[in-house]
């Protein structure tokens, strides 16, 4: 036991020596030439996104007529798109127009556990949204007593609950996992599977754990985005009246270009991480993880603000300089 003692620290140390105390994030490998001119589309949807996000969160504050359950999940929408962009966008231009490369491994940690929570809170909320429009539907004369707002507060309360806890392991696996391969991350911001192959030890548990949290997520969120859908499909195709359906269809319009908007970078990353083999570049896998993060939050508030006519009236009023706000039905 005394001469393995000696051992055992030696072993303590070296593990120890194996966790760098920051790593170094390099961008879009491949293209550092290009990172200043690719700063300016990601600098300019940033600033869409913020402006969009937090003009409709003031709209939907501001306005009594859009206090109901579909704003409300559209504020849920717009906040988790906040966090999402300014959780990775300000470091990848500090990378590409200062070549600040470093972030602490607390810091790595804490950015990983944000994008990744706030993804899962999107995909929860664009099911909400699903769900909602399924009982505006279907259920009119009902809607408003099943959305009540207690209720939109614990299912809202919920989604972020289940991203924070499913998400929670990612750090733990991967502040556990010895790093012999360097510290230098290929991204513009730590992902959890890209910080987790610089590591040197069996990584196998961490993506099985990813894989089943995609699935528990994703997967679920979109099972009942579907099931709504196919639903509303069949409440508006028995409508007798042509008007009727026209207006019906046209309340889902914004929603599926978000869904739309939302979910196709993810497919592609996903599915060209796991099937494109070396025959997409890796700066592509890059640039997508980043439209993935970016584009949602840029057209969100762009696409409700065109597709809405409540939106888009009382952008009219207010830019027209009117300040008597007239409340409007969906």
């Known amino acids: 036991m005394i001469n393995d003692h000696p051992r055992l620290m030696m072993l303590m140390l070296n593990q120890t020596d194996l966790t760098p105390a920051s790593f170094i ?3 879009i490998p491949g293209l550092e030439d290009m990172h200043m001119w690719i700063s300016f589309p990601f600098c300019s949807m940033y600033a869409v996104a913020m402006v969009g996000n937090c003009g409709l969160l003031y709209l939907i504050h501001l306005e009594d007529s859009l206090h109901r359950p579909m704003y409300y999940f559209l504020a849920m929408l717009s906040l988790t798109d906040l966090f999402i962009c300014s959780s990775t966008i300000p470091k990848a231009l500090s990378i590409f127009w200062f070549h600040f490369k470093e972030i602490s ?26 769900l909602d429009r399924y009982v505006a539907i279907c259920y009119p004369l009902r809607y408003s007593t ?21 998400i929670i392991p990612f750090t733990f696996l991967t502040k556990r996992l010895p790093y012999c391969r360097g510290n230098i991350i290929p991204h513009t911001y730590c992902d959890h599977m890209s910080v987790a192959k610089l590591s040197c ?15 528990l997520i994703g997967g679920f969120d979109i099972l009942c985005i579907t099931i709504s859908y196919t639903m509303i499909l069949r409440a508006v195709v028995s409508l007798s009246s042509a008007d009727a359906q026209q207006k019906a269809f046209s309340t889902c319009t914004a929603h599926i270009c978000a869904i739309v908007f939302s979910y196709s970078p993810a497919f592609f990353s996903f599915f060209s991480h796991r099937f494109g083999g070396h025959t997409i570049p890796p700066s592509c896998h890059i640039i997508v993880a980043n439209i993935y993060l970016l584009l949602p939050p840029t057209m969100n508030p762009v696409v409700y603000g065109v597709k809405t006519k409540q939106i888009r009236d009382c952008v009219i009023r207010i830019l027209s300089g009117s300040k008597n706000l007239k409340s409007h039905s969906i």
């Open 25 to 27: 994030l390099n961008g």
């Open 105 to 130: 491994s607390d810091g790595c940690l804490v950015q990983m556990f944000f994008v990744h929570t706030f993804t899962g809170m999107e995909s929860g909320v664009l099911m909400l949204m699903a």
């Open 146 to 166: 099943i959305l009540t707002n207690p209720v939109i507060a614990k299912v809202g309360l919920a989604t972020f609950l289940r991203g924070v806890f499913l």
């Open 201 to 215: 030890g069996n990584i196998k548990v961490n993506v099985i754990y990813g894989l089943m949290v995609a699935l």
